[in-house]
């Protein structure tokens, strides 16, 4: 055999112990990551007020007892209003914003540009606790409607990449094609 081949018969094992090697990490992070949901839909049938292995029964009685529970079911009230307004108005102001950023040339297109896309880069959690204390800087009350400013804050810059992406792929001959029937 020559050197040539040699080398290249190890590269080739090599390669396949790496990928071995890469698909049981990838493997161990999944099961690191998807274990305790799994526990905790199984001990959610639990017969048993607290959760643990061995199971002591199989019930429903939670979910029962979640379905009854008013609190929870207004706080889930609550939360789909909140996504449905946030879905609608971040749809219609992110189509519109990437429309506008892809089709037309204006003063300030990269400033509106970079002040969209900066929700985005900064964590949730940061700029949730800044909008909160720019709230209490302005005495201003906490109210549903901030909540919904607040999530279409958070919402838009996705909105608006995606659409940006999409409309890029768009030529213009099909908008004129569009325009000349009537759209």
């Known amino acids: 055999m020559k050197p040539g081949q040699m080398k290249a018969r190890r590269r080739s094992k090599e390669g396949r112990w790496a990928w071995r090697l890469t698909g049981f990490v990838t493997l161990c992070v999944y099961i690191f990551m998807f274990a305790p949901i799994v526990a905790t839909v199984i001990l959610s049938f639990n ?34 209003w909140i996504a449905l307004v946030t879905a ?15 089709r037309f040339e204006f003063p300030g297109k990269q400033t509106l540009s970079t002040l969209v896309i900066l929700p985005a880069l900064v964590p949730e959690t940061i700029l949730g606790v800044g909008l909160l204390v720019l709230i209490k800087a302005v005495d201003q009350p906490r109210t549903l409607l901030l909540l919904v400013l607040g999530h279409i804050l ?11 992406a999409r409309m890029v ?6 908008e004129e094609a569009a325009l000349s029937l009537g759209a």
Do not use: D
């Open 47 to 80: 017969a048993s007020m607290f959760g643990g292995f061995p199971m002591t029964g199989v019930s429903l009685r939670w979910y029962a007892k979640l379905l009854t529970n008013e609190p929870v079911l207004a706080a889930f009230q609550t939360s789909m």
């Open 88 to 102: 609608i108005a971040t749809t219609a102001i992110g189509v519109v914003t990437a429309f506008a950023l892809v």
């Open 154 to 164: 958070l919402a838009v810059p996705y909105v608006v990449l995606v659409a940006q």
């Open 169 to 174: 792929g768009i030529r213009r001959v099909y």
